[in-house]
C-alpha cells in the first residue's frame, strides 16, 4: 500500500513507542511474581511510550495539537489539525502480562479524523488507514465480516470495571445480547477491539465510557473497511458521550436495537 508522508510519520512513531513498551513488557511479566506488582513501572512505561509518540509526532508537524491520556492538551498553532494518540491502550492488560495492548494514534483535521494507525507490538500487527484510502492489517487490506444476522455472530465488549460504569445497566445490555448471538468477547482494548471488527476478527462491538483517544483512530479504521460506527443511540456523538456501536450494516444496526432493548416489565 501507498502510504502518505503524514501517516507514515504516524507509522514510525508507533513503531517506535512499541518498541519501548516491547521493553518494558517483558519486565512486567518479571516482576508479575512480586508482592508489590509492577503498577509503578507500567505507569512509567506509559509516560514512556507517550513521550515518544509526542516527541516524534511534533517533531515532524511542530504546528500540530496534540491531546493524550497521559498529559494535558496541547494547543497547536496550525488551529485545524490535532494528534489524538492512547499510548498504552490495554493497560490493565499490558500490567498483568497478558499481550493485547496497543498504540493508537489518530489525525484530526477540522474536527474529523482522517488518518489512524493501531499497533501491538507483542504480535506485531499494525493497522492502517486514511480517509478514501482503505484500511490495512500488515499492508493487507482488510473488510469487516460479512454475516448479516446476530445468531452467526461473536460480537466483543467492553465490561465496566471497579469504580467505574453503570454495572447493572451493562448486565442487562450483556443479557439482551447474549441470547441473541453465537459469543460473547471481551479483550481488554477498546482500540484493539475496534481494529478486529475492521478485521472481520469480531462481527460487532459496544462499550460506553470511552474516551477519544480510546476510539479515534478504531472508528476511521472500521468506516475504511466498510463498516459502520455509531454511538450507543444510533448517532455520531461517540466523542461527546464515550459510546461506541460498530459493524456492518446489518449486525450495527441489529446490535443497536438489542442493547437499547427495555427491561422486561415482571
Known amino acids: 500500500m501507498a502510504r502518505s508522508a503524514l501517516l507514515n510519520v504516524m507509522v514510525q512513531s508507533a513503531l517506535k ?25 507500567v505507569s512509567q512505561a506509559d509516560f514512556r ?25 496541547i494547543k497547536g498553532t ?21 499481550p493485547q495492548f496497543a498504540v493508537s494514534i489518530a489525525l484530526e483535521r477540522n474536527g474529523e479524523i482522517v488518518a489512524g494507525v493501531i499497533f501491538n507490538p507483542a504480535t506485531d500487527e ?11 492489517l500488515n499492508d493487507r487490506r482488510i473488510r469487516v465480516g460479512a454475516r448479516k444476522v446476530l445468531s452467526d455472530c461473536v460480537i466483543g465488549c467492553g465490561v ?12 442487562v445490555e450483556l443479557r439482551h445480547v447474549m441470547g441473541e448471538v453465537s459469543g460473547v468477547r471481551r479483550m481488554g482494548a477498546a482500540a484493539l477491539d475496534l481494529a478486529y471488527v475492521a478485521a472481520g476478527r469480531l462481527d460487532g462491538f459496544w462499550e460506553a465510557q470511552l474516551n477519544s483517544w480510546d476510539i479515534a483512530a478504531g472508528i476511521l479504521l472500521i468506516k475504511e473497511a466498510g463498516g459502520f460506527v455509531s454511538d450507543m443511540k444510533g448517532g455520531q456523538d461517540m466523542f461527546e458521550n464515550g459510546t461506541v456501536l ?15 432493548r427495555p427491561v422486561p416489565q415482571s
Not at 25 to 37: A, D, P, R, T
Not at 129 to 135: D, F, M, Q, R, S
Open 17 to 41: 513507542a512499541g518498541k519501548s513498551l516491547s521493553r518494558d513488557f517483558g519486565e512486567v511479566q518479571n516482576l508479575q511474581v512480586s508482592v508489590k506488582g509492577p503498577g509503578d513501572f
Open 49 to 73: 511510550a507517550e513521550k515518544i509518540v509526542r516527541e516524534e509526532l511534533l517533531k515532524s508537524r511542530p504546528t500540530y495539537g496534540f491531546l493524550g491520556e497521559e498529559g494535558e492538551e
Open 78 to 98: 496550525d488551529g485545524a489539525h490535532r494528534w489524538i494518540v492512547d499510548p498504552l491502550d490495554g493497560t490493565t492488560n499490558f500490567l498483568h502480562g497478558i
Open 126 to 136: 499494525l493497522y492502517t488507514t486514511e480517509k478514501g484510502g482503505g484500511a490495512f
Open 160 to 171: 465496566p470495571h471497579l469504580g467505574r460504569g453503570q454495572h447493572g445497566k451493562f448486565l
Open 246 to 260: 460498530a459493524g456492518n450494516e446489518y449486525i450495527r444496526k441489529a446490535l443497536e436495537e438489542v442493547v437499547n
